[in-house]
């Protein structure tokens, strides 16, 4: 991509880009400039629009909502699951939109979690989302394992990134299954998941993803890959809503296994109202359902699927690539004597949906940005993350983003406010 410091390149950009339209179905204030859409994704009018279907159809038909309404709820997951499936490249059985992401990482190691013999381990990382890590714990200790001898984590050479073959050097042959993020939420490094799974299943072993930072933002092929199984939330990149209901993906290969925490949403949906005591669970990833679905929660998720049904994930990956690379160039030209690193991988293969900025200062330099309209991620120690989100944020978003920092450093304005992290960072 060429590539010029002028605001004008910027506004060139954004005329010739053609998901640019798209910005305007978003909710966005003036002189607003959101960079955390990797944590929480902005409303859509489409998500607004079908959130109030849901809550009419409750309005209207009460209980028979459940099969009458305009969006019959009870199939209002199989549905989903339909529609997020090109962008994970799975087929539409194998994924199911239920649970949170951790309820769901939960399921799927109780189910995949089979520890024989030698094989006794769960292998992850040291940079992983600190949930992620509690539900491996949990689950070892469910089975009576210890998790400070039988939970493996990958060690990272730098404290950002992770080596494949540091990973594929732990596979050894006492694991008996693999969790990994397919990108860290620090540093932005997107793992190889294909080479990854090849390798585990080499060994024997299982192997699954937490997708929390790249459904939405990156292409897949879970299924081609042969990935074991996958879970993710909805409310980053796919702009669901707070606490919008989460996803998973069992590959075909499992699907009609007996899920490891039962509930009557598992059912096979021809005979869930039968009510029998023994669970006759589904042949598809339904069966990983355990309650009844939030159907508020659910429901934007919708609107939002539409829209990426409109603009194609590939071409978001495109533009995404063409924010970062973008808000590199501008940050290395424009802010470079002023103590930042860029701490992502450069290469468009290694790298997620958001920039990795370090600095001694970050805590503070986040509450600057947000006093001047920019939102920002903090993650401590030090950790500036910005997102630009494909789907509403400009080429020209992206220059003010960067003015604005430059006049906070050269205005130390940052030195106003306290240093450590807010509440909710």
Known sequence: MGYS??????IEQDKKDELSRFKDEFYIKDNWYYMDGNSLGLLSKKAERSLLTSLEDWKQF?????????????YYSEKLG???SPLIGSNEKETIVTGSITTNLHQMLSTFYQPEGKRTKIL?????????????KSQLELKGYDPGNDLVQVKSRDGLTLREEDIIDAMTNDIALILL???????????DMKLLTEEAHKRGIVIGFDLA??????????????????????YKYLNSGPGGVGGLFVHENHLGRKPGLAGWFGSKKEKQFDMEHTLTHSDTAGAFQIGTPHIFSLAPLLGSLEIFEEAGIENVRTKSLRLTAYLMNLIEDSLSEYGFTISNPQEDYRRGGHVCLQHEEAARICKALKQNGVIPDFRAPNVIRLA????????????????ILKDIMEEEQYKQFEKGRNVVA
């Open 82 to 84: 339909k529609m997020t």
């Open 124 to 136: 992850a990382d040291e940079l992983t989302f600190p949930s992620d890590i509690y539900a491996v």
């Open 181 to 191: 993020p397919s990108v860290l939420y620090r540093s932005g490094q997107l793992l």
């Open 213 to 234: 930072h790249s459904i939405g933002a990156i292409p897949h092929q879970l299924h081609e890959w042969n990935v074991d199984f996958a879970v993710w939330c909805n």
């Open 5 to 10: 410091i002028n605001e004008e390149y910027a």
């Open 388 to 403: 630009p989100v494909a789907l509403y944020t400009s080429y020209q978003d992206v220059w003010k983003t960067v003015r």
């Open 62 to 74: 009460g209980i028979d909502g459940w099969m009458d309404g305009k969006e019959p709820w009870f």
